[in-house]
């Protein structure tokens, strides 16, 4: 039985919304049911002994997958949002953001935010991109069934997680400079079950010449200029999209042709954090 309104009755072994705001018995204090796990962070007074939106009972905790119907008409109005604003337009890439939920990739204070159009705080002082920005990202990426992907910048994990549906049988390889970001996106994607993305620790900027030529490449973190191994791991008519520039960056798109890097697109007004690391700032 899962409760669904504030007469129903919470028995042990309830399956808990993960957006449900709960409240300790003791204290008081309320959460996310996200944000519970085990117990009350405040008086640390076990799961148990939670009140569940108002009424007394019992807790157990959901698959970590669990997507809900509240988050799911979030993330519609999220998409038709992005529509609006026309940086959405491409309905495989608005199929691969319905399939990835955002609040599975957010940290648990800001759940509640997962599903708006704006950037998250995220561990080490990093950020979760804005929706919109991620959905044009990879709109101009334009990546094909079977691809083999570059990403520098895991972060949480998200944009790597939209890209893995879009290239079905191919492949996500994404970067990440922080260690404790590497493990947030891992355990993201497994809580997502998203298995075609290999996360690698390391300096992106240096790309990851072992696994080239990649079809496309995408650098969520501001560059001074496209990292020269980048360019040269790219396949031959490979996409590459990175935001250039140190405190407002220019969204570039570039294409690899046989005699040269060819500029197709650019946009001004993003605000990325910077890339570290050997070709970083
Ligand atoms: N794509 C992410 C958002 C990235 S924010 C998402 O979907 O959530 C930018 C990320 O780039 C941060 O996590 C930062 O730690 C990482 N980063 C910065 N410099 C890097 C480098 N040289 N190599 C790899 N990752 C880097």
New binding site residues.
Partial sequence: MNPKTKTDSIERGDEIPRDAICTCKSCHHDFFRDCVKSSCTCCAKDEHSLILDGIEGFLSIRPESYFGEANKIRNEDLIKAMKVKGSLTDSKVEEAIRKVPRHL?VPSNVIKFAYEDGPLP?Q?E????QPSV?ARMTEWLDVKKGNKVL??????????AILSLLVEGGNVFS????SV?VEFAKKNHAKAGIKNVEIIE????LGLPEKSPFDRIII??ACPKIPKPLVEQLSMDGLLVAPIGEFMQSMVLLKKTKDCIKELKRELGYF??P???KF?F
């Fill in positions: 990739f995220s080490n990093q950020t979760i991109s991620v990403e520098i910048g895991c972060g949480s994990g998200w944009q790597s970067i990440e400079i922080s970001l390391g300096d992106g900027s969520t973190a990325f954090v890339l570290k690391g970083g």
